[in-house]
């Protein structure tokens, strides 16, 4: 079984997993008991986590939030600052290939009164610079633009988002997922208020994230965000809730073992990739790149089949490879990507795609396994479905 669907999730590295372990039974302690050796210990594994996840994002450790995941995350930034905006502060201009808990917050706070602008994109997925810095007026909060696409790829201008933003006195919140396993992103430098982080995106566990919250003092005063789970002000009272020990260690381990590798595996992995769609397009017709070919997240494919439809596809290379289709939780009844409409597909083209990430543990060989087997079904579909059209013509 080869899997390519990092987007996804990713597996815990066995380095993960091994700084992890003794925190779920011999260094056991709550991070807040103050009194006795274990709260310290637990303590201190914490912040030593804070360091190596604040390091990949170049920031001051004490500025990074442990959540339950990126989904909280987008959520905390989105909503905990709109609930403390200004009342002259009451739009959010975010794009329409966001993921889903970005665009979701922000329908949210639309229920509540706030103007939300959805930026469309180009054929490829890219932003227009001038339709934002348009977007925004003087009455914008937040500008929310994700790193790298976790459909399609597409990676956004950041530096530039943050430098129209902030010429307006909007924030900048970034979902960051999916590239900072690979890429490096610096939000001191460019500016970025907030942003969003996941573990099992970068080979740590599920269940855990963070959020990024920036001390930039804006023309809105200082960076205040409304907790959305109250308790005993944990996380300087932006997230109660006893922390979650063995996941924060786990993912500081993640965070560092990506800053160390990320030189070297981003441009192994992106040529295993080309490798990937050099070979598929060599052996089959009607095969279109969903998405920039440049400016792309290094661990991501995402192609459209002509005359395929991707469920059948993937059913038919289910046996050998785990992949997925454009949309993130498809079943032939779902609705298609919401991405992937944004770029003007329609319903059959968006159908007709499927979607590889590769990851750290991805090997040439796999990849021209899954290119064999792939090329092998789509043949062998397109020649069912030549078969069927002859049969219904009599011949
Ligand atoms: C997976 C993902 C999320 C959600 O992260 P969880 O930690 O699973 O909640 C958010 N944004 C992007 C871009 C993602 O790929």
Redo the contacts with the bound molecule.
């Keep these: 079984m080869i899997y390519l669907d990092s987007?996804a999730t990713t597996p815990v590295d066995r380095r993960v997993l091994d700084a992890m372990l003794p925190y779920f039974t011999e260094h056991f302690g709550n991070a807040s008991s103050r009194n006795h050796a274990y709260g310290w210990q637990a303590s201190k594994a914490v912040e030593r986590a804070r360091e190596q996840v604040a390091a990949l994002i170049n920031v001051r450790f004490r500025d990074v939030i442990f959540t339950s995941?990126?989904?909280?995350s987008?959520n905390l930034a989105i909503k905990g600052l709109a609930a403390r905006a200004p009342d002259n502060r009451r739009h959010i201009v975010t794009v329409a290939t966001e993921?889903r808990?970005v665009l979701d917050s922000c329908r949210a706070v639309e229920r509540q009164g706030f103007r939300v602008t959805r930026l469309g994109v180009d054929a490829c997925g890219r932003l227009d610079l001038q339709q934002l810095a348009e977007s925004i007026s003087d009455d914008t909060l937040l500008v929310s633009v994700?790193s790298g696409n976790?459909e399609i790829g597409v990676l956004h201008p950041l530096g530039e988002v943050a430098r129209i933003a902030h010429a307006r006195g909007a924030l900048v919140h970034c979902?960051a997922?999916?590239s900072v396993g690979l890429l490096p992103l610096d939000a001191r430098a460019l500016e970025i208020d907030l942003v969003?982080l996941?573990a099992?995106?970068v080979y740590g566990p599920k269940g855990i994230?963070a959020l990024y919250v920036g001390r930039t003092t804006s023309p809105l005063g200082p960076l205040d965000l409304a907790p959305l789970i109250d308790g005993g002000g944990h996380e300087r009272g932006y997230r109660s809730g006893t922390l979650n020990v063995p996941g924060i260690v786990g993912f500081g381990k993640a965070a560092e073992l990506c800053r160390e590798s990320a030189a070297t595996e981003a441009p192994r992995i992106g040529a295993l990739r080309d490798r990937l769609w050099s070979s598929l397009s060599r052996t089959l017709e009607g095969m279109r790149v969903n998405g920039p070919l440049d400016g792309r997240l290094p661990q991501n494919l995402n192609v459209r089949i002509e005359g395929v439809h991707g469920e059948m596809l993937l059913k038919g290379v289910a046996s050998d490879l785990a992949v997925s289709s454009g949309a993130a939780c498809a079943t032939a009844s779902a609705e298609p990507s919401h991405v992937l409409l944004a770029l003007g597909l329609d319903e059959e083209a968006a159908r007709a795609s499927i979607r590889f990430g590769l990851s750290r543990f991805t090997t040439e060989d796999e990849i021209d396994a899954a290119a064999t087997k792939v090329t092998a079904v789509v043949q062998q579909l397109r020649a069912g479905r030549a078969a069927a059209v002859s049969s219904q013509r009599g011949i």
Excluded at 69 to 72: I, L, P
């Design positions: 987007h995941g990126a989904t909280e987008n993921h808990a994700m976790n979902d997922v999916q969003s996941s099992h995106k994230g």
